[in-house]
């Protein structure tokens, strides 16, 4: 009975003492949580330390990281989890990597990642999985992917990818599926195709121009409809806007010019109505019979579905007026070349074989 009794008391005390332990614990990552200040702006490598040294795990408001020459490491960041506001890394001429903020999993308002020469890549933010507002990627000119974005699947407002010099493609963001969000690829000299935003269902403004080497949109094909405007404009090596092809319409202007290579307009088929202005313009190799039905063919305007002014010029022969591209324009079941035209020609040799007379009395 004695022993029971000790065993009893034993197991008390070490339930007890885990107790404690456990209280311990929560209270010290408590205390550890929140950063003392709302706002950070670290200039150089004794400040970023320094905040790491703290061991607290959540800024309130900005952690800026900008306009320094001395910061070559981050990993005195990695205690940090969430960024309240914005996450700014800016004007580092020395920082090849992000890897301290890998734990960071959220970002309240805005992700800047700008003017920064060294930086190669974006893994250090793998953890990323939300921005509340903006995600923008600028002026990194030895940016090679955004591979390090992988995880991140929503954005509230707008992506940004502009003027990085050796950024190829956009495949690090294969993940994101936010619809709706304004959408600006410009002034990347070595992007060649938008594969990594295939899983976004609409957009709300969509520019992508000055992409010297993009050659297709063929990643935008699951794109449905668009918010705002639609800009697509010099772009020298795109030949095709094929990837546009499941647009069935746009709220606000649509603007396709000075595409060197830009041969059709295909791909737009499918847009049911515009709601601002249609600006087709130099466009040196473009035929547009695409827009035909946009137009209002065959009598065009004011049977057309466009709300705004309506400009087309300094295209292709057939491409610099309305008139030019309704009379371009043959419907599918009446081009010999079509499915549709083969099976009547086919037809319609069949009837003349039997009794050219009811073939012609048909007609």
């Known amino acids: 009975m004695k022993r029971v009794i000790e065993l009893v008391k034993h197991k008390c005390l070490c339930a007890t003492a885990l107790l404690l332990i456990t209280s311990l614990g929560w209270s010290s990552m408590a205390a550890a949580a929140v950063c003392s200040s709302t706002n950070y702006v670290l200039s150089t490598q004794a400040e970023v330390d320094a905040l790491g040294a703290t061991g607290c795990d959540s800024v309130a408001g900005n952690l ?57 890549n974006l893994d250090g933010l793998a953890g990323l999985s ?19 974005l992988a995880n991140l699947t929503s954005v509230g407002e707008e992506v940004g990818i502009r003027d990085n010099a050796a950024l190829a493609n956009l495949d690090g963001l294969a993940s994101l599926t936010s619809g709706g969000l304004d959408l600006f690829i410009t002034y990347n000299a070595a992007l060649t195709n938008l594969d990594g935003l295939a899983n976004l269902p609409s957009a709300g403004q969509l520019n992508i121009s000055d992409n010297d080497t993009l050659v297709n949109l ?17 772009n020298p090596v795109l030949t095709d806007l094929d990837g546009l092809a499941s647009i069935t319409s746009v709220e606000n202007d649509l603007r396709i010019s000075t595409n060197y290579v830009l041969t059709d ?88 074989a039997r009794g050219g007379g009811r073939g012609k009395q048909a007609q």
């Open 64 to 120: 800026e990281i900008e306009y320094v020459t001395d910061i070559t490491s981050l990993d005195g960041l990695s205690n940090i989890t969430s960024v309240g506001r914005n996450l700014t890394v800016g004007d580092n001429d020395v920082l090849t990597n992000l890897d301290g903020l890998s734990n960071i999993t959220s970002v309240g308002r805005d992700l800047v990642i700008s003017s920064n020469a060294a930086l190669t």
């Open 130 to 148: 939300s921005v509340g507002r903006k995600v923008s990627i600028g002026y990194n000119d030895a940016l090679i992917n955004v591979d390090g």
């Open 218 to 234: 063929d990643g935008l094909a699951n794109l449905t409809s668009i918010g705002k405007a639609l800009i697509i404009g010099l």
């Open 265 to 352: 307009l295909g791909g737009l088929a499918n847009i049911a109505s515009v709601g601002g202005d249609l600006y087709i313009a130099s466009n040196p190799e473009l035929s547009c019979e695409g827009i035909a039905l946009l137009l209002g063919w065959p009598n065009g305007p004011p049977d057309d579905s466009v709300g705004g002014d309506i400009t087309i010029s300094s295209n292709a022969i057939g491409c610099n007026s309305i008139a030019e591209v309704l009379a371009s324009y043959i419907p599918p079941s009446s081009n010999p070349g079509s499915v549709n035209g083969r099976f009547k020609a086919l037809l319609q040799a069949v009837q003349n």
